[in-house]
């Protein structure tokens, strides 16, 4: 995983909370390149969220899902509030997870085993 490799030298994969405080700052005064770094830092924890649920769906697109929340809630956290972004981000990558299963889910599909209870004829029915 190139994200993974390329972090800078030091960089812990969650930070301590004043040093991800400090980097929301420098992200709401306008500097874009933090915004690189931020994802970089939380995409392992956007992973671990997206394998946590990979159940029935395939990893890759599922990553790729976590990878589009965590860009979102980069863009929306509000460090005022006092809560870790890594809360947060989760938070919402797991919403933003479920949505993704529930729209991709076939809503037609019935096993075979289901469809065996309704072969009765239709005078067993209201016997």
């Known amino acids: 995983m190139k994200w993974i490799r390329d972090r800078e030298e030091g960089d ?3 930070g301590g909370a004043a040093e991800e405080q400090a980097l ?3 992200l709401a005064s306008g500097d874009r390149r ?3 770094k931020i994802v970089r830092r939380f995409y392992p924890l ?3 969220v997206a394998t946590s649920r990979a ?4 990893n890759d697109d599922l990553i790729q899902e976590a990878y589009i929340a965590l860009d979102y809630a980069v863009d929306r956290f509000d460090y005022g509030r006092g ?3 890594s809360t947060y981000a989760t938070s919402v990558i797991g919403y933003k997870l479920t949505s993704y ?3 991709a889910r076939p809503l037609g599909e019935v096993s075979v085993a289901s469809m065996d209870e ?3 004829e239709p005078d067993d029915l209201y016997a």
């Not at 159940?55 to 395939?58: L, Q, R, S, V």
């Open 12 to 14: 812990r994969p969650h």
């Open 24 to 26: 929301f700052r420098a």
């Open 34 to 36: 933090v915004k690189e």
């Open 46 to 48: 956007a992973v671990n």
């Open 55 to 58: 159940a029935w769906k395939e």
């Open 83 to 85: 809560t870790r972004f």
């Open 101 to 103: 299963l529930r729209r």
């Open 118 to 120: 309704y072969e009765a």
